[in-house]
């Protein structure tokens, strides 16, 4: 049981992780690709 909510915690963690670099690229992209 432990286990699996170790696994959970560490899915979701790397969920947001991913999440945020996605956002900080796009961030990245839109401050760079200004005209």
């Known amino acids: 049981m432990s ?3 170790k696994a959970l915690e560490t899915g979701m963690m ?6 945020d670099l996605c956002l900080l690229q ?3 992209k839109l ?3 200004r005209p």
């Open 26 to 28: 796009r961030r990245q």
């Open 14 to 19: 790397m969920r947001l992780q991913t999440k």
């Open 3 to 5: 286990k699996h909510l």
């Open 31 to 33: 401050l760079t690709g």
